[in-house]
């Protein structure tokens, strides 16, 4: 199995993760540098999306073009942090559907446990995104793809804005066929769980609730 990582160097997204990473960057700049990242990743994520050819007409003739369907794609954003991927993904892809998963981490074994979890009907037609911003210990995110593999989706991608070397292991040990797109593969962990050199609670700075 593939174990696949697909690291987005573009300049853009490098650009914009260097602010966001910076402690002295606000919540509202963190917020809209989240939206314009995601746009860029959600482009990137679905560069090779299965496409049809459909019939149209241009003012001047007929013609076979090709699209992709919108309505098959689901975002699966892992609450609350992946609710911030949510904005800009939806200006990429505005047919795609959302689904929720609420997991919470354990503070004493770091386990992930569910209290949440709704998915658009059809899943098995569906391919879908999930979205978490850190991919820190894994643990969350394979307990995700554990339960979204339960539905039995065409297929699935993960994508973050920051993981690590420990993240990716787990994560890939437990689900080698989901691939993984992010912009930057960081140092490693600390005693906290939080992947360093990071940029800190994903989920307190979108929403500034630190
Ligand atoms: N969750 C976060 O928001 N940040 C980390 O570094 C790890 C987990």
């Known amino acids: 199995m593939s174990r696949d990582v697909h690291v987005i160097d573009h300049p853009l ?35 090779d999306m299965p496409m049809q050819e459909i019939d149209i007409e241009t003012p001047l003739e007929k013609m076979k073009s090709r699209v992709i369907d919108g309505k098959k794609v689901v975002l699966a954003s892992i609450l609350r942090a992946g609710n911030g991927f949510l904005d800009g993904m939806l200006q ?11 997991l919470y981490r354990d503070p004493a074994t770091l386990q992930a446990v ?43 991608r993960f994508v973050c804005l920051v993981t690590c070397p420990e993240g990716l292991k787990t994560f890939h040990d437990a689900h080698p066929d989901v691939p993984v797109y992010t912009p930057a593969v960081d140092r490693g962990l600390n005693d906290h769980g939080y992947i360093v050199p990071g940029l800190g609670d994903a989920g307190d700075r979108i929403f ?3």
């Open 13 to 47: 997204v490098q650009h914009k993760l260097t602010l966001m990473r910076r402690k002295d960057t606000s919540t509202k700049s963190f917020r809209e540098l989240v939206q314009e990242l995601s746009a860029l990743l959600a482009y990137e994520i679905t560069r």
């Open 92 to 102: 990429v892809i505005p047919g795609a559907r959302v689904g929720h998963i609420g």
């Open 114 to 156: 569910e209290y949440y979890f709704k998915m658009p009907h059809d899943m098995h037609e569906r391919d879908v995104i999930v979205l978490d911003p850190m991919l820190a210990t894994g643990n969350s995110a394979v307990s995700a793809v554990d339960r979204i593999k339960k539905t039995g989706p065409r297929s699935i």
């Open 208 to 210: 500034g609730t630190k």
